[in-house]
């Protein structure tokens, strides 16, 4: 349960949020919570739904719909026998935050994952960690009817449901008129034991985009805040923001991830053009993240100390210029 002092601070932290131009063109949005999932609605619009029950590996969003409805990320494997989606990478599944390889120093492991030195809170493997919702709250922002946000505590734990560390989630939704923000801060609390995030590839917020726009076998288009396009010069790149865009039903839409440049450690980017894009703030020399050659340095926790990280998913029309995403970015850096 989350202290009256949290919902206080918060209220003092985001007075008046700011909002861009175009916002007046909205309606209000509307936040709706269930036992297992909230759903973040602007009108009768679904925008996504955040799903926290207590059967699944990790909390995910699914689905995502850029304005007008259309559905930016993939529906398998939460809708089983669409005709012709991709079946592959089962723990993909559309929208989420974790890491492949977190090291509990002291704590004995009686699962263990090939490759994996910790726990895999990544894969869906046999014997892969969980991160498990343990209280919601959400509250609309008085000053702002096109603000909301909702507080989760989770705590990530082993196979054998020994806990790790304690995570605090705050998810922030913005209703813009022509593109839907969330802003997530998120904050890692070694409350257990001291912690290595280890080098690995496999995290850490990602999302996997609608086929029709994936780049390879589709019509997409991967670009970053650097001007570069495509995997080839996107893969483990550090970039400020990075964007997937394309036609779905004969519709301009895309999904870009915005990466804070306050963040202690900047992100790479672990994007493919089967329809993967992740920031990795963890990932070094092994990952084989060409703007990490040469660096060993592993992110560390003692006990008791906090990793605090904030990015953001925008829900755009059009490509990565007609979605201002540059412009959207930019708003990002400023809601504080």
Known sequence: MLRPFMLLGLLLVFPNSPVLA???????????????????????????????????????????????????TRAWPMVRGKSGESNDHFHQKSAWFCHGDIIPEGM???????????????SEADGHGR?????????K??????????????????????????????????????ARLFVFDIDLDASVCPLTLADTKEGSFGVR???AIREEKGKGKITNADGKTGEKNCWGRISA??????????????????????????????????GLMAANPFGREKSGFPDMK?????VKLSKGEHL????????????????KVAEYYAQFVKLK
């Open 131 to 139: 991160i498990v919702c343990t209280g919601r709250r959400d509250w």
């Open 108 to 122: 004995k492991l009686r699962h263990h994952i090939k490759g994996i030195e910790g726990v895999d809170f990544w």
């Open 22 to 72: 175009d916002d007046a063109k909205s309606p209000g949005l509307i936040v709706v919570s269930t036992d297992d999932s909230i759903d973040f609605l602007i009108g009768k619009e679904l925008v996504a739904r955040y799903h926290t029950g207590k059967d699944v590996a990790k909390p995910y969003f699914w689905p995502l719909n850029a304005p007008g409805g259309i559905p930016v």
């Open 141 to 178: 922002d008085a000053n702002n009817p096109r603000h909301g946000f909702v507080m989760s505590t989770n705590e990530w734990r082993t196979a054998d449901d020994e806990k790790v560390l304690d995570e605090t989630r705050l998810i922030h939704f913005y209703a813009f008129g022509d």
């Open 209 to 211: 985009v609608n086929d």
């Open 308 to 323: 605090k990280l904030r990015y953001g998913m925008l829900l755009h029309k059009g490509d990565v210029k007609e979605g």
């Open 241 to 274: 923001w990075c964007d997937y865009s394309g036609n779905i039903d004969s519709k301009s839409a895309g999904i870009a991830i915005f990466a804070d440049p306050k963040n202690p450690y900047p992100s790479c980017w672990h994007v493919r053009g089967y």
């Open 294 to 298: 040469g660096k060993k340095d592993l």
